[in-house]
């Protein structure tokens, strides 16, 4: 397996641990220590890659974080603070993880055609958010956008390793494209609001990690990002989101079209 293929498999298992980092946190002990072991190997991983400074950087803060909440008050902890900062919304305290909410505006007209267009790029690919077990989550939640980014960086890798051009220049243009019109738009003033909001713990690292993966991604892709410069204005009464208190995010947020 040559630099480029191990490359962007290290790409594709950040982005892994990006949306299962934004999906509902683990309840059980043993998942944490499986998560700081993984997040410890992509670490000396990173510290290895040229360029790569600022995300191993933030990746040693977010295993620190990750390893504070591997008991049970800890852990408890940490779902209290996933549901007051991305389901919970009403308290006013919370941040949208939907792209929309940001890009969108008031125009619900603009805000399904985005919607439309993101479906568009996992239609594409032939995946889409899964919908079993009574789980409906929105395509531009952040969780499903970054699971869609790891897919695509893994296919990436397959056709590397398997020398064929023809797929891996399908995937890169993609993995451009979905960086400029979708995920690089929202994700810094996100991620800035997450940290100003918790100011410490496990979801400040959590969107240090996200700015730095995104930004070292964008430099290694050849992409400009144009990012919001702040949050938009919260509508007084914000809409019920798609799931409740209790009905979390599974990590599996995308499967393949016809699967339940």
Sequence with gaps: MNAEVIHTLLRSRLYAVLARGFSAPPREAKQWES???ETGTLLAAFQELPGAVPVADALRVFQRATAAATDQPAIEAVTADYLELFVNLRSGAGIPPYETEYTGGSNDFFKNQQLADLMGF??????GPRGGDGFHERPDHIAVELEFFQFLVWKESRAREAGDTEHLAVCVEAEQAFLREHLGCWLEVFARAVEKTVGEGLYPALAKLLRAAVAWDA???GVTLRPLSALP???PEPEP???GATDFVPLESLCPRGEP
């Design 35 to 37: 998560q700081v072991a």
């Design 233 to 235: 204005p919260r509508p």
């Design 219 to 221: 430099n290694t892709l």
């Design 122 to 127: 996992y239609n594409a690919f032939g995946v």
């Design 241 to 243: 989101m798609t799931c």
